[in-house]
């Protein structure tokens, strides 16, 4: 699935104009997943359990996508630096995550405690996003990098044309 969602989630945010809502419609696909999950007994069939895996699995992978297509149009000087920052702390998500799950005693019930908690806190992040993320300017009409600079000294910049 990581092949083609996390491209698809930049791709879906160039098509429909808006990171922000690209990052809203992921999150709340991927919090829908995880409590799709939490619902799930013993005894679902194997293919209902694969094809809800996938369908969570692809908006997981769309968000991730969508949030680095946010990440050039931070700052575009230090792309670089916000991007480890951004991977940084999703590894640190996961870390929390798992800390969180290997707390909670073994068997089903912790299971579907554990994906409930995921659904949740994906959709309260869902809300933050449509209520206080900025949408980028001028994310989508190509010009949001600063010009170049081509330095020749430090008294003599000039900008290329």
Not at 53 to 73: C, D, K, Q, R, Y
Not at 89 to 99: D, Q, R, S
């Amino acid at each position: 699935m990581n092949i083609p969602a996390r491209p698809g989630g930049g791709w879906i945010s160039d098509k429909v104009g808006s990171r922000k809502w690209t990052m809203v419609f992921t999150l709340v696909g991927t919090g829908a997943g995880y409590l799709i999950f939490a619902s799930l007994g013993q005894g679902v069939p194997l293919a209902i359990v694969v094809a809800v895996t996938m369908l969570a699995s692809f908006f997981v992978m769309a968000a991730e996508g969508a949030t680095f297509g946010i990440v050039p149009l931070v700052k575009s000087r230090v792309t670089g630096q916000i991007a480890g920052n951004v991977g940084a702390y999703g590894n640190l998500g996961a870390v929390v995550y798992l800390t969180v799950y290997s707390l909670l005693p073994q068997g089903v019930e912790s299971d579907r405690i554990f994906f409930q908690m995921l659904g949740v806190v994906a959709l309260m992040v869902a809300f933050l996003n449509a209520f206080f993320l900025k949408e980028p300017t001028g994310s989508h009409d190509g010009e949001h990098e600063e010009a170049p600079i081509l330095v020749t000294s430090n008294a003599d910049r000039q900008y290329r044309p």
